[in-house]
């Protein structure tokens, strides 16, 4: 099995050679993935009405869905910076992580919604449309609001984990290279 890669009309996906695309991801229409990004198993990345990019060492892990909404319907782009750890089943719509951000499983984030650098949305956590999770502090809960200030070195928490999930891709790379 391999990951479903395609154009929608002149929309194609731009994605680095040392990204990892898992097998049975979707990746379709203006999405970008970049150097040693990495989307995982049963992702579904659909930038058929607007743009998405996924950074530099970013990953977007197993289930979790990336859509958009036309810029003639009001929508933006989903943008994911550098080094940003998004845990599975997550739901991105038009939502934007800065670099170094973290959004735990099952979260989701709507349209015009912001996680800063060195932010963390919770897992589960509903982020509605246009809030921003600011540095240095955790929201938790539906809807989403401050849970509380991050303590020291938890705004790392990102960076560590997009560290690990690039040796994890390695690995993946390797083992499905031999099957």
Avoid at 22 to 41: I, K, L, Q, R
Avoid at 94 to 99: F, L, Q, R, V
Avoid at 134 to 141: D, K, R, T
Wanted: some cysteine; charged content about 25%.
């Amino acid at each position: 099995m391999k990951p479903l890669i395609f154009a929608i009309g002149d929309k194609k996906p731009k994605i680095h050679e040392t990204a990892f695309i898992a097998p049975g991801a979707v990746v379709c229409g203006d999405v970008e993935v970049h150097e040693n990004a990495s989307v995982w198993y049963g992702c579904v990345l659909r930038g058929d009405s607007n743009r998405i990019v996924v950074g530099k060492g970013s990953n977007v892990q197993d289930g979790t869905i990336v859509h958009v909404d036309e810029p003639e319907l009001g929508g933006v782009p989903t943008i994911i910076g550098e080094n940003v750890l998004i845990g599975h089943k997550c739901m991105l719509h038009g939502a934007t992580i800065h670099d170094g951000g973290f959004v735990g499983m099952c979260a989701t984030m709507l349209d015009g919604s912001v996680v800063e650098t060195g932010a963390m949305l919770a897992a589960g956590a509903f982020l509605s449309m246009r809030k921003i999770v600011p540095a240095g502090e955790m929201w938790a809960g539906m809807p989403a609001r401050k849970f509380r200030d991050l303590k020291e070195g938890e705004d790392k928490f990102a960076l560590m984990g997009s560290a690990h999930y690039r040796e994890e891709a390695r690995h993946h790379r390797e083992a499905l290279a031999k099957s």
